[in-house]
């Protein structure tokens, strides 16, 4: 069952940001379909929540040097 999650990304400065944090996220089992926005600064992801959790995809977006927050 997929679920959806949207979070605001902070510390992007080129559109190179945007896809590395895309490609990170797309890369990780249980994440379906990552798309971010960098005028939105934004990331929107569909995922299997068995396979990864939310936290996951915020550490991996600070491993990649940005922050990650969850929308409410
Ligand atoms: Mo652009 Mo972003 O040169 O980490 S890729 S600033």
Redesign the pocket.
Known sequence: IEEKAEFNIL??????????IEKGLNKQEGVTDATVNLALESATVEYNPSQISKNDMIKLVEK???QAILKE
């Open positions: 510390g992007m400065t080129c559109a190179a940001c945007a896809t590395r990649l040097g940005y």
